[in-house]
Nanobody, 121 residues
Framework: QVQLVESGGGLVQAGGPLRLSCAAS????????MGWYRQAPGKQREWVAVITSGGNTNYADSVKGRFTISRDNAKNTVYLQMNSLKPEDTAVYYCNADLRRRDYTPTQRYWGQGTQVTVSS
């Protein structure tokens, strides 16, 4: 009943910017937090950033100072602005949301399908 859809991935030159979006839709009562993970080939999935319903943010050390997470609560959408991209940022990026559905089931984590980001050198 809930769907998260990422968009904005693609190929970008090293040093360039890219902006990812993730929109949550469906039978949503409230969203506690939204975030981003990424997974590079042959690597474990890595946490990137999170933003709470109150607007507090946290970042992985590897992206701190380069990436910015933001949220449009009215649209149930989270964004990841990526600047100064490096080849090592190449990965599939997944968004997630910790949310409660309108059927009042306990808060659960939902995941998007992922979007590919490729940084060329």
């Amino acid at each position: 009943q809930v769907q998260l859809v990422e968009s904005g991935g693609g190929l970008v030159q090293a040093g360039g910017p890219l902006r990812l979006s993730c929109a949550a839709s469906g039978s949503i009562f409230s969203i506690k937090a939204m975030g981003w993970y990424r997974q590079a080939p042959g690597k474990q999935r890595e946490w990137v950033a999170v933003i709470t319903s109150g607007g507090n943010t946290n970042y992985a050390d590897s992206v701190k100072g380069r990436f910015t997470i933001s949220r449009d609560n009215a649209k149930n959408t989270v964004y990841l602005q990526m600047n100064s991209l490096k080849p090592e940022d190449t990965a599939v990026y997944y968004c997630n949301a910790d949310l409660r559905r309108r059927d009042y089931t306990p808060t659960q984590r939902y995941w998007g399908q992922g979007t590919q980001v490729t940084v060329s050198s």
